[in-house]
């Protein structure tokens, strides 16, 4: 069935087609893709070619086509969710040592909380996010403090277009839902007994990001046992603003101009980052590693491979 | 100096303006992607509201922007980054303890080794890589490996491009890579002594995958003292050997279809995941946790809310 609209962008149409793919479905032949694409089949045909073209499609051996390693690329430069999550990572493996059962972090994404990392034990409670997936704000202690201090707007397109119910403790009306977010804006935190199942629950608070705003949640999925969670509260309360800290760090405006940001996106030695940073404090001397070259080009005309082989403008300038 | 050409796809515009972005250049202005990406100003303009549109650009209250996370999203459901990535941490990790230097894996792409993950020690050697970063193949410890098992046209290609120069010990004619490559294939392990950096030695071995075809290449750098490699090799064997095993887990065609890959893109607890797999078992009786839904839907008719608030057809099915 076949949803495709003339007036559609081509680059909804690509969307599309990268929205096909999901942790359940890695796998899709070019029919899976057309059918939950809602294109043509010529049409998915020919949106798959290019997209493979560019590496953002692979298909494998067995026809089947998976996301590229194109994609990722570009994601390792997100500073909003690699670079967010490389400073997260210390503190919530410190949350983590110390509650034994899940910690996260997520940002606001549309109507629902985008959960950029967690940090797991095997035998621990329920916990219905994935690392790269979605939950409605208002059924997540995470999206509660993300709501409670986003647009106000906001509140009103999420309830606008429905609460969705998980289970009966899951907040279910707008009315509902407002006196839940001036609940968490008072006193710091979101607590959600059973919201989403019966037996877990959820805890949260905000991290503040280097401009002042809120930027994004930290917090823990635990057995839902009834007692209470100011420990749990005061331990995210350190990570958050450990984080704030080293967000601030990471993106100080008086560092060098060249260097902005980098701190947040790259891990490794100092010493290795000394080299790095030396290596691009004059690209015309030394060209950044990771480009290839031609070697009779002029030394200031650095060109990246890219995934298909052809030399074209890319990272490195 | 606008570079863009009347025939040029207008996928690969959109490229061009995500390839403006890179670990040292995070945060651009209208005016600076315009210029790294050889559009004109009214052209990238345009381009960047639709990213921005959907999220793949987002705009920061200084009017600078970055990547967004939705390309952070879709990394998150690929299987040769993010799938490789969560199967093999545990044995990089398990190498680097060993070796407490750099521990590292990588995978072709073009004619660059991408590089997917890696463990480092604060105090650890130069090493050039990034993760998320780009090495030439001729140059790097895991790129021979991954030459010496590709296509020939691949050798053929990467000599007719040139090999940029590092060191004065860097790979620097065909016949030498060809030579370089045939030790590879005989010995089963590539070491590079001071190919980058005279202070720095790479070792990497080949992980095959669950089709019997090289995969990826695991590799460390460490100081290049001139001791036999043959104990890291070891260590670098076992640890592909592992991996190799676990992406055939995480990948095999006899458990339900339905989850076929899923374990090699969720992390978290037993009890989690099997209450994910059991939402997913029936997809009309519950929702995939994360796909907002219209109250007033019927139960199959779930959408997943876009970055920008908009309903759209989703990875919810």
């Known amino acids: 069935m076949a949803r495709e609209s003339a007036g559609e962008s081509v680059l909804r149409r690509h969307m599309r087609v990268l929205e096909s793919f999901d942790a359940w479905h890695p796998f899709l032949t070019l029919s899976e893709i057309a059918e939950a694409s809602g294109l043509a089949v010529s049409t998915a045909h020919r949106l798959v070619a290019a997209l493979e073209g560019e590496g953002l499609l692979e298909r494998l051996p067995d026809r089947t086509y998976r996301l590229g390693v194109r994609l990722w690329e570009f994601a390792s430069r997100t500073p909003g969710a690699v670079g967010l999550r490389e400073i997260a ?47 409605p704000l208002h059924a997540s202690s995470s999206g509660l403090v993300l709501l409670a201090h986003a647009d106000a707007t906001l509140v009103d397109d999420v309830i606008a277009h429905g609460l969705r119910t998980y289970t009966e403790r899951t907040i ?25 199942h019966p037996e877990s629950r959820g805890i949260a608070v905000a991290v503040t990001g280097p401009g002042g705003s809120v ?35 990471a993106y100080r405006p008086d560092v060098d101009e060249r260097t902005h940001g980098i701190r947040s996106l790259v891990r490794g030695s100092r010493r290795s980052i000394e080299y790095l940073e030396s290596l691009d404090a004059d690209p015309h001397d030394a060209p950044l590693p990771g480009c290839s070259r031609h070697d009779d080009r002029p030394a200031d005309a650095a060109v990246v491979t890219s995934p298909r082989g052809a030399a074209s403008p890319g990272p490195c300038r």
């Not at 059962?101 to 109507?111: F, K, M, N, P, W």
């Not at 985008?114 to 940090?119: E, G, Q």
């Open 89 to 135: 990572r210390p503190w919530l493996g410190a949350v983590h040592e110390r509650v034994r059962e899940h910690a996260q972090v997520g940002v606001l994404s549309g109507r629902d909380v985008l959960y950029i990392d967690r940090v797991s034990t095997r035998d621990a409670v329920v916990n219905a996010t994935l690392v790269g997936g979605r939950i």
């Open 172 to 196: 279910r009306s707008g009315p509902e839902l407002r006196a839940h977010l001036r609940k968490v804006r008072d006193e710091g935190f979101a607590v959600t007994d059973g919201h989403i």
């Open 215 to 249: 930027y994004a949640a930290i917090g823990v999925v635990v057995p839902n046992d009834g007692v209470s969670p100011h420990p749990y509260v005061e331990l995210l309360r350190r990570a958050a603003v450990g984080i704030t800290h080293d967000l601030a760090v």
